[in-house]
């Protein structure tokens, strides 16, 4: 199992297609409050999945078309990132990809999950097939506030989060 922290711009990793192997990915800016929440869950999971050797845990700050390139020769994603605007700060859903909201991209460069892997599918790409990926989300309270805290809340939530990915991994097995 890798562990890394990586900008936009470093090239995806990704072991050879049929490996069974799962990436599970948490997602985020460590410096917006509760927008950093998925990395927090993959510090608190790293620990727990380090005899995985079928699972990979990374941790990313970007998404829609390099969340994509990351997925490529996994049979499984596990994608763990906080959910915006919450109703309900902290409470933890696992969504499947046809349940993901949709919203553009922050960059006027960049797509959405979901239309990322329509575009690496038909550029030939080896991705998880839909049902082979999940969002575990985290419903944030405030992801613009400039901290490297997530507010207490969503702070309470990282180990229902870490439990729901294990859980899932579980049902996988």
């Known amino acids: 199992m890798t ?8 090239p995806p990793v990704s072991p050879p ?9 948490g997602l985020g800016n460590p410096l917006r409050a509760d927008d950093g929440v998925g990395l927090r869950v993959a510090a608190h999971l790293r620990p727990l999945l380090a005899d995985r050797r ?3 845990l990374d941790e990313d700050y970007c998404g829609g078309l390099r969340l994509m390139e990351r997925m490529i ?5 596990i994608v763990i990132d906080a959910l915006c605007p919450g109703t309900q700060a902290g409470a933890v859903q696992m969504l499947s990809l046809e349940a ?10 960049d797509v ?12 030939g790409a080896p991705l998880p097939q839909d049902d082979g990926i999940r969002l575990v989300a985290i419903e944030a309270a ?3 506030l400039f901290s490297e805290e997530c507010t207490p809340l969503v702070q309470a939530s990282i180990g229902r989060a870490a439990e ?3 859980a899932l991994l579980a049902s996988w097995s």
């Open 164 to 166: 729901a990915v294990l």
């Open 54 to 56: 079928a699972v990979q």
């Open 73 to 77: 020769g996994f049979e499984r994603a």
């Open 142 to 144: 405030d992801v613009s």
């Open 3 to 10: 562990a890394r922290h990586s900008g936009c711009s470093a």
């Open 112 to 123: 959405d999950l979901k239309t990322a892997l329509a575009l690496g599918r038909r550029a």
């Open 100 to 109: 993901l909201p949709t919203r553009r991209s922050q960059s006027n460069h």
């Open 17 to 25: 297609v049929g490996t069974g192997r799962t990436l599970v990915i």
